[in-house]
């Protein structure tokens, strides 16, 4: 299972893009990244995948260089609403299950 | 998504008692997850749950602690057994989703436990 760094917290303020980088440097071949975000008192929330390059969806986007050691979460325009714990997980398809959740980076969004 | 519902939302407990807390999902599940998050820490997989045979449990948690059920496709429960103030913390169960090629988790909303 692929091990995965964090920084353990960041500050930012409303309105700037934030991002938030991940070392994941034992990916495996078949190993997709993927991001999610916990508000107290709630599960994690899925908020993007992928597997190389450039993805984004409605919520943010995921940065993978070619060598896929690494991968940032981009959040533009930051709210006090996005203040929350984000995680990244690397794992395969078929053992999605056995993904190890890192430490988290805790977000604290400013006014 | 899965949409799942997670049973309590919370409780306080006394030690030496067993607490169940029930995972029911919106459609059929092959594998179901639980997980422990102890205050201010990460999540933790206690065990995989497959309908139709034994959970599998990690390194550091074990069935006589930590029974679960899982009689159909849609529901599992899991139990607390003979709780000490250590076993207080939020307890997740989660499935996998399909997320365009690949899987992520979809988790409930958690069960806060706290042991006295």
């Known amino acids: 299972l692929a091990k995965t760094t964090q920084p353990i917290s960041m500050d930012s303020y409303e309105g700037q893009e934030v991002n938030i980088t991940c070392s994941h440097n034992?990916?495996?071949?078949?190993?997709?990244i993927t991001w999610y975000q916990q508000f107290p008192s709630q599960g994690p929330r899925f908020i993007i995948q992928?597997?190389?390059t450039k993805v984004t969806n409605e919520v943010a986007s995921l940065f993978i260089p070619a060598d896929r050691k690494s991968s940032t979460l981009s959040l533009p325009r930051v709210s006090l609403s996005d203040t929350a714990v984000y995680y990244c997980?690397?794992?395969?398809?078929?053992?999605?299950?056995?993904?190890?959740f890192g430490d988290g980076t805790t977000l604290t969004v400013k006014p | 998504s899965a949409v799942i519902s997670q049973k309590p939302s919370r409780d306080i407990c006394q030690r030496g008692t067993s607490l169940t807390i029930q995972c029911q999902v919106d459609?059929?599940?092959?594998?179901m997850f639980w997980y422990r998050q102890q205050p201010g820490q990460s999540l933790t997989l206690i065990a995989t749950?497959?309908?139709?045979?034994?959970?599998?449990?990690e390194s550091g948690f074990v069935i006589d602690k930590f029974p679960i059920s899982r009689p159909n496709l849609t529901f599992s429960t899991l139990t607390v057994s003979n709780m000490s103030p250590e076993d207080s913390s939020i307890y997740l169960c989660?499935?996998?989703?399909?997320?365009?090629?690949?899987?992520?988790?979809?988790f409930g909303s958690g069960t806060r436990l706290t042991v006295v």
């Open positions: 997980l690397v794992g395969d398809a078929g053992n999605a299950g056995k993904s190890t």
């Open positions: 989660s499935v996998e989703d399909l997320r365009g090629v690949n899987y992520g988790y979809t």
């Open positions: 992928g597997y190389k």
């Open positions: 749950a497959n309908q139709g045979s034994e959970a599998t449990y």
């Open positions: 459609s059929q599940v092959t594998m």
């Open positions: 034992n990916i495996a071949t078949n190993d997709y």
